[in-house]
C-alpha cells in the first residue's frame, strides 16, 4: 500500500511537503515517484527517485524548486515543494516501480499508486 499525505493550500511562493508511506512492498528496491493531476489535464511526472543508482529526475517544470527525498529506514518518500505556483494545484499521487534509471519518468513503469493528495496554490 502507499498512502500520500501533506496536500492543502498554500500561497503562491509558498512551500508543502508531501509524504508517502509505504507498506507491503520491499521499500529499497522500488523506484519512488511522483505525479500530479491537474482539472481537466493528464497525469504528469513530476519527479522519481531510481532506487539502484539513486539519481533523481524532475519535471523540468518543477526544477530548482522541488526535491525528492526518501528514508529507506522508514519506508518513506517525500516532496519537498517550494516556491508553489498556481499551476502546480493538482491532485499528487505517488508510485512505486520495480525499474530503475530513466524509465521511472514514464507513467507505465509504475505497478503500484497510492491515492491523491490535493495541492492547492493560490495567488
Known amino acids: 500500500q502507499l498512502q500520500a499525505s501533506g496536500g492543502g493550500f498554500a500561497q503562491a511562493g509558498g512551500s508543502l511537503r508531501l509524504s508517502c508511506a509505504v507498506s507491503?512492498?520491499?521499500?529499497?528496491?522500488?523506484?519512488m515517484g511522483w505525479f500530479r493531476q491537474a482539472p481537466g489535464k493528464e497525469r504528469e511526472f513530476v519527479g522519481g527517485?531510481?532506487?539502484?543508482?539513486?539519481?533523481?529526475y524532475y519535471a523540468d517544470s518543477v526544477k530548482g524548486r522541488f526535491t525528492i527525498s526518501r528514508d529507506n529506514a522508514n519506508n518513506t518518500m517525500y516532496l519537498d515543494m517550494s516556491s508553489l505556483k498556481p499551476e502546480d494545484t493538482a491532485l499528487y499521487y505517488c508510485a512505486a516501480s520495480p525499474y530503475y534509471g530513466s524509465r521511472i519518468q514514464r507513467h507505465g513503469a509504475y505497478d503500484y499508486w497510492g491515492q491523491g493528495t490535493l495541492v492547492t496554490v493560490s495567488s
Open positions: 527517485s531510481s532506487y539502484r543508482e539513486r539519481a533523481r
Open positions: 507491503g512492498l520491499t521499500f529499497r528496491i522500488y523506484s
